[in-house]
């Protein structure tokens, strides 16, 4: 199996995440795509507070778990502390030690690789498989990655901080994210201030 691994705060979940992981499932021919929810996303710990992971992962699986071939995974909710991809590829190699491992980063994402921790160890334990993101048109992979896959798509100007700020200014959302990402978010009122929700949901 080849099974695909993509990672992310998802603070909120967006379509520009279901068509990434979309077409790098075609590119790459995977059989599974993983929306690894980060507990805590170490390069966002000091930049704001980051919602709980279990709302955000509420959000991912409400969308993600009815769409064959993808699954949400809150394995590194469940290891705690901050989360490493490193750390994720090799919990997964162990549990699926007959899979082939394919890291999935956005071109954005990709250009911060070699900052990542034990970055050197990334190259032996997945394939990467790169999706181009608006504003950064041309990838610099880290060296070490043979051939890595490029997974083309629409160039979407969609992300988290600017569905973040558009439920803070009450403008719409509809169409950029799922309706099922919708109704999770307005159930637990997540992003209408700066103050973290906790994990109580209003009714
Ligand atoms: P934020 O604005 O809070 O950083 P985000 O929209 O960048 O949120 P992340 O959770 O940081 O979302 O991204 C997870 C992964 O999804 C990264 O690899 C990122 O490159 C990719 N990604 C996010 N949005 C897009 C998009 N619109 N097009 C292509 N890739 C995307
Ligand atoms: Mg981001």
Redesign the pocket.
């Known amino acids: 199996m080849r099974l695909g691994v993509?990672?992310?705060?998802?603070?909120p979940l967006?379509i520009?995440?279901l068509?990434?992981a979309q077409n790098a499932q075609y590119a790459a021919s995977l059989d599974h795509v993983l929306f690894v929810v980060a507990n805590i996303p170490w390069q966002?710990e000091y930049d704001r507070d980051v919602t709980d992971p279990l709302l955000r992962l509420a959000v991912v699986s409400a969308v993600v778990d009815q769409i064959p071939g993808f699954a949400a995974s809150d394995l590194e909710i469940r290891r705690g502390g901050r989360s490493y991809t490193v750390d994720t590829l090799r919990s997964l190699r162990e549990a699926h030690p007959y899979d082939e491992l394919y890291l999935?980063?956005?071109?954005?994402?990709a250009a911060q690789m070699s900052t990542w921790e034990r970055a050197d160890e990334l190259p032996s334990l997945c394939r990467l498989v790169v999706?181009?993101?608006?504003g950064y048109p041309s990838p610099s992979v880290m060296p070490g990655f043979a051939a890595p896959i490029f997974a083309e798509?629409p160039w979407?100007?969609?992300?988290?901080?600017?569905l973040?700020a558009r439920v803070r200014d009450r403008r719409p959302l509809q169409f950029l994210l799922p309706d099922e990402a919708i109704r999770v978010i307005d159930r637990y009122g997540l992003y209408r201030d700066e103050t973290s929700p906790t994990a109580t949901p209003r009714e």
């Open positions: 993509f990672g992310g705060t998802f603070d967006h520009g995440h068509v990434a966002k999935i980063v956005g071109s954005d994402a999706v181009n993101r608006y798509m979407l100007d969609i992300s988290s901080s600017d973040r």
